[in-house]
C-alpha cells in the first residue's frame, strides 16, 4: 500500500543547489511528510553544498559522472536503484526535478501508480541531442504531460512549457524561486558599518558575475566594496582565480573579495545580511533562452530582498517590472561598465534608498514573495482534505 504523506524527491543532480527542493521539502516535513532525497553528487564545488537537517528528511546521494560510457552504466544503475527504493519506500508521491529523473518517475507512476509532481527550474538544451538524450527528452515530454502536477518558475517558462508539452490533461503552476517567509524574519540593522558593501552569489562564471562588475567597481569611489560568495561550474574551473587576478591588474584588490563557497544555505543568509546591495545580472542579450526568462526563476534578487538588501538587477523589461517598478531597487546594462558604474553612483548619491528600498523587499517577500505562499497551490493538490 502507497504511503500518502511519504514522498521521494529524485533528480540526477545534487539537490543542494537547488533552493526551491530545499523550500517544499522543509515545508513537507514540518507537515508530518517523511521526505526522502534521492540524487547524485556533482561536478565542481556545487558538490560541497549540503542540505539542512530536518527529523523527518533523509537522503542518498550517488556516484556522479561527467560523460562517456561511464556515465551512461551509472545513469541506468541511478534509474534501477531509484525504482528499487520506490518499491521499497513505497511513497504515495514521486518529485521529479530534471529531465534526467523522468524516466524512473514515469516507470514509478505506471508501474507503483505513484503521483508524480514535475519541477522544470531550466527548459533543456534540445539542440542536436544524441540518441541518448532523444530517449531522455521523449521521457520528459511523457512524463509532464502525465505528471499530477507541474511546476515551472515563472509564467512566460510557464505558458513556453504548456504549448510544448501540448497535453489535454497537463495541469501546471508557476512558483516564483522564493525564500521561506522564515528567511525574511530578522530586520537589517547597520550599526557601526562604514561604506557600502556589495554582495553577489551564486555559481560563479562570466554570465553571471563578469569582469566588467570589477571595471565598474574602478569606476566610482573606494566606499564601495564588492564581495562575491559561490562556487565555480564544471564549465569554469578557474575563474575566481581570473577575477582576483583583474582586480590587482585594475588596482582594486583591496576592494574585492572572493570568498568561495559557503556550503549551508543558513550561512550564506547570515554573510548575506552583513551587506548593502545585492547583484542579480543576466545579460538581456544571450542567446540562452533560460537566461532570457529569468526574472522570478532567479533566486538571487528574492534572497537579497530577504536579507533587506537593496538590488541591482538587469534592464531588461520583465527585471525592472518586477523589481525597480515596485521600488526594491535599480536597473542596469550587464554590458556597459559604465551603466554598472552609475546604478552603484546611485546608491553613493542616495544612501537612505539602500534602507528604504532593502526593507520595502523584506516586506515583499514576508507578504507574498514567499516559498509557503507560492507553494500554496502545490500543497492544495497534495493534501486536498487539509
Known amino acids: 500500500m502507497l504511503k500518502e504523506k511519504n514522498i521521494i524527491y529524485v533528480q540526477y543532480t545534487n539537490p543542494a543547489c537547488y533552493p526551491p527542493l530545499m523550500h517544499s521539502s522543509r515545508l513537507l516535513a514540518d507537515r508530518l511528510w517523511k521526505v526522502y532525497f534521492f540524487g547524485t553528487r556533482s561536478l565542481g564545488q556545487s558538490n560541497l553544498l549540503?542540505?539542512?537537517?530536518?527529523?523527518?528528511?533523509?537522503?542518498?546521494?550517488?556516484?556522479?559522472?561527467?560523460?562517456?560510457?561511464?556515465?551512461k552504466i551509472n545513469y541506468l544503475w541511478f534509474i534501477f536503484s531509484a525504482l528499487t527504493t520506490v518499491f521499497r519506500k513505497k511513497p504515495g508521491w514521486i518529485y521529479a526535478s530534471d529531465p534526467f529523473s523522468c524516466p524512473p518517475a514515469l516507470l514509478s507512476k505506471k508501474i507503483f501508480k505513484t503521483k508524480v509532481i514535475y519541477h522544470e527550474h531550466d527548459f533543456p538544451h534540445t539542440k542536436d541531442p544524441s540518441i541518448f538524450m532523444k530517449i531522455v527528452f521523449w521521457f520528459r515530454k511523457v512524463m509532464a504531460a502525465q505528471a499530477d502536477i507541474c511546476i515551472l518558475p515563472n509564467k512566460e517558462r510557464k505558458d513556453k512549457f504548456d504549448k510544448e508539452i501540448h497535453a489535454s490533461r497537463l495541469k501546471s503552476v508557476s512558483v516564483f524561486n522564493c525564500p521561506l517567509k522564515e528567511e525574511a524574519s530578522i530586520k537589517k540593522t547597520d550599526k557601526g558599518k562604514d561604506g557600502i558593501s556589495v554582495v553577489y552569489h551564486g555559481s560563479v562564471g562570466p554570465n553571471r558575475i563578469s569582469l566588467k562588475v570589477l571595471e565598474a567597481i574602478a569606476l566610482i569611489p573606494e566606499s564601495i566594496k564588492l564581495k562575491i560568495i559561490g562556487y565555480e561550474t564544471a564549465g569554469y574551473r578557474g575563474y575566481a582565480e581570473e577575477i582576483r587576478k583583474k582586480a590587482c591588474s585594475i588596482g582594486i584588490a583591496d576592494r574585492v573579495t572572493v570568498a568561495g563557497v559557503i556550503t549551508t544555505r543558513e550561512k550564506l543568509l547570515m554573510e548575506c545580511r552583513k551587506h548593502d546591495i545585492g547583484l542579480s545580472l543576466v545579460s538581456s542579450k544571450s542567446s540562452d533562452r533560460n537566461e532570457l526568462s529569468m526574472a522570478g526563476a532567479s533566486n538571487k534578487a528574492f534572497d537579497y530582498m530577504a536579507c533587506g538588501l537593496a538590488v541591482i538587477v538587469s534592464d531588461s523589461t520583465a527585471w525592472q517590472k518586477m523589481y525597480v517598478e515596485p521600488g526594491y531597487g535599480v536597473s542596469c546594462d550587464p554590458n556597459s561598465v559604465e551603466s554598472m558604474a552609475k546604478a552603484l553612483r546611485y546608491f553613493i548619491e542616495h544612501p537612505a534608498k539602500i534602507r528604504e528600498m532593502g526593507e520595502l523587499g523584506r516586506q515583499r517577500i514576508l507578504k507574498d514573495w514567499n516559498y509557503e505562499?507560492?507553494?500554496?497551490?502545490v500543497l492544495k493538490t497534495m493534501e486536498p482534505d487539509d
Open 373 to 377: 505562499y507560492q507553494f500554496a497551490p
Open 50 to 71: 549540503e542540505m539542512e537537517s530536518h527529523p523527518n528528511i533523509s537522503s542518498k546521494q550517488f556516484s556522479y559522472y561527467h560523460g562517456g560510457p561511464a556515465k
